[in-house]
């Protein structure tokens, strides 16, 4: 049957910024297992994206096919690749008040940096996954999303600028279920520094 030579490039997973394995409240071991499961979703995103090059386009189906199955999973590992590169990337810092133009945007957004911390530590209290401030290019605004999975429930056209892992293996080690606890670590070794970088970088503009 028909195939379409969907084989893209196979991705490397990044390497860990020393910083990270020398964080307060977050220990070394957690972070040493929380990137094992990182380096998965990578090695999954390859697979997928390889299987894809070989399945039998003519035999899709939506309630079961090789493609659904492959594609909604593909959805799964790639969301595991973007969200977990954020989280490493912009950890690893000295945390406290947001500084620079990010600063400037959740003043503007969220009334005030307290504000914006109640509200993102709220969402990450009741999500099952994930929490992120993102910026929506067409309302032009940062908000924090809710995720409950690696593939749920990411917005079209905003980009993260926070990624809050509240999946249990971020923290069950260092803190069993005291996920307020841990929420307060991953804000006190925020790289504010990083998400400036990214904030020029995609030229968010107040
Ligand atoms: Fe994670």
Redesign the pocket.
């Known amino acids: 049957m028909a195939t379409l030579a969907f084989n893209r490039e196979e991705i490397a997973a990044r390497e860990l910024r020393p910083e990270l394995l020398e964080m307060d409240g977050i220990s070394r071991a957690s972070v040493e297992a929380?990137y094992k499961?990182?380096q998965g979703y990578v090695a999954k995103r390859n697979e997928i994206l390889a299987r894809l090059g070989e399945v039998d386009l003519g035999a899709a189906n939506q309630v079961y096919s090789e493609v659904r199955a492959l594609k909604t999973d593909l959805s799964f590992a790639i969301g595991g690749v973007k969200?977990?590169e954020i989280?490493f990337e912009h950890l690893g810092g000295g945390g406290g008040a947001p500084t620079g133009a990010v600063a400037a945007l959740i003043e503007r957004d969220f009334g005030s940096a307290d504000a914006w911390r109640a509200d993102l530590t709220a969402t990450g209290m009741a999500a099952r996954g994930w929490a992120w401030t993102a910026y929506d290019w067409d309302e032009q605004r940062l908000f924090n999303y809710l995720g409950d999975a690696q593939n749920t429930f990411p917005i079209w056209n905003a980009t993260p600028l926070v990624a809050l892992?509240v999946?249990e293996?971020?923290y069950f080690l260092d803190y069993q279920t005291d996920r307020a606890s841990y929420i307060d670590a991953f804000l006190g070794n925020l790289d504010w520094g990083v998400v400036n970088d990214w904030v020029a970088r995609y030229a968010v503009e107040l």
């Open positions: 929380h499961l990182y969200n977990h989280y892992d999946y293996h971020a």
